[in-house]
């Protein structure tokens, strides 16, 4: 352990006169000392030995929940194991709330603030998917194993370092295992701690994709929408003339792009995508209903509410025209819901808990990126709460496909620097 204190002891010193000289990020002098004090107190250096000790254990973990469904809307399951976990390594307090998010309190010696430490319950993958752990060499192959499996069996081990070691943070730690992260899960976890009335939570951390050295400060808002087109429907013969649900899809689609495409072309930078387009019932039928996904991202908040009337303006304009050209039956009718709304923001690169994600990255050699992303900091961040989500570590690949894979590269080094951030978060006696 001391030769290891030693080497990052030296790469931080090393990475930090760097840092200075290419000016990409600054990190000021007094983090870099506070990290180095922690990077030299022998409950750390335990806590970072008893990490890697946990290594054959943090593994069977991380294969044992990846091995439990939990698909969008549909992660109690895997919740109530997790929840069980942090019973079983005695967290003070533990709960499932009415959201399912699973939360486990460590009280601090002072508790005057509280320091939530998150990784996301929920995969991408629907209900029935094989998850089966598949062991290659030295390489996991599974839906949701790194996004965000591995996040979880992190908080486990750091949780059991804590532990074991008897270290004593300053402040309140809240264990956060949040549900509907992913896809049309909207944050919803998120957004139920953050509620009024919520739980008190002074500073957030998540951990998400990425190797280390990501720090994401900064949100990237979307606005997401279902789009139904409805009408009578009938046979492709002998109904032909009725108005088609599925013409009018395809022309708002054109009429969308058309102007979405020239509206992007230039302003701070904004995506759109139509992901998702269902409906109909076999090739001889008119449809009776046509449905969109869009996805609409952009780093500021007001081109999303302009590129809303755009899409809007597009979906009248494509239902006006073919209710104009049908030879017979009922209008078409059209509904646009809003099934998504993240929010944007963004916090200073100066702000204490970004500062203190900086020195610890570099304290392990990485060279730390600030980021913008869309993950459970949005909503902290859009609220003007300190917030991060630093990476998992590790190297791993296809996320979000059936052919995810993650392979445990001195993964328990990400590990330890969210043990080291945490802990310059909340302090320690």
């Known amino acids: 352990m001391k030769n290891l204190m ?12 760097t840092i200075i000289a290419q000016d990409e990020v600054t990190i000021d002098k007094s983090h870099m000392k506070v990290t180095q004090k922690l990077l030299k107190n022998k409950k750390i250096q335990g806590a970072f030995d008893r990490i890697e000790a946990l290594e054959t254990l943090t593994v069977a973990r991380h294969i044992e929940l990846n091995e439990i469904e939990a698909p969008p809307f549909k992660e109690e399951k895997r919740a109530k194991v997790f929840a069980d976990y942090f019973t079983k390594l005695e967290l003070d307090t533990v709960w499932i709330d009415t959201e399912g998010n699973v939360l486990g309190l460590m009280h601090g010696s002072e508790g005057k603030r509280t320091v939530a430490l998150d990784a996301h319950l929920d995969t991408v993958f629907p209900e029935g998917t094989d998850v089966k752990v598949r062991i290659q060499n030295d390489t996991l192959y599974a839906p949701g194993i790194g996004d965000d499996t591995r996040g979880l069996s992190m908080l486990l081990t750091i949780i059991e370092a804590l532990r ?19 896809g049309l899960g909207d944050l919803r976890g998120v957004k139920h701690l953050f509620r009024e009335g919520g739980p008190r939570i002074d500073s957030w951390i998540a951990i998400d994709g990425g190797d280390i050295g990501r720090v994401n400060n900064k949100g990237l808002g979307s606005y997401r929408y279902r789009v139904t087109f409805k009408g009578p429907g009938g046979h492709s013969w002998g109904a032909f003339g009725l108005a088609n649900p599925h013409h009018a899809l395809g022309e708002a689609i054109s009429n969308f792009v058309e102007v979405a495409d020239e509206y992007t072309s230039e302003g701070p930078k904004t995506s759109y995508n139509v992901g998702v387009i269902s409906g109909g019932t076999s090739i001889n039928s008119i449809p009776f209903e046509s449905i969109m996904q869009i996805d609409v991202r952009s ?25 104009q050209i049908k030879r017979q039956g009922p209008e078409l009718t059209v509904e646009i819901d809003k099934i998504g709304n993240r929010p944007s923001g963004e916090l200073s690169d100066q702000l204490p808990l970004v500062q203190r994600t900086l020195a610890a990255t570099s304290a392990f050699g990485a060279k730390p990126f600030l980021t913008r992303g869309s993950t459970n900091s949005n909503i902290p961040i859009a609220k003007g709460i300190p917030a991060v989500t630093i990476g998992r570590g590790g190297k791993g690949g296809k996320a979000h496909s059936l052919d995810e894979w993650w392979s445990n590269e001195e ?4 590990i330890q620097l969210a043990l080291l951030i ?4 909340t302090g320690m006696e």
């Open 299 to 323: 780093i500021d908040p007001k081109r999303l509410d302009e590129m809303e009337d755009l899409l809007e303006i597009a979906v009248q304009k494509a239902l006006s025209h073919q209710n």
């Open 164 to 182: 074991t070691e008897k270290i004593q943070p300053k402040d309140d730690i809240l264990f956060v295992g949040s549900v509907g992260e992913e």
């Open 422 to 425: 945490l802990l310059s978060e």
């Open 6 to 17: 030693k080497s990052l002891t030296f790469l931080f010193l090393s990475f930090c006169a």
């Open 411 to 414: 993964g328990h080094k990400a």
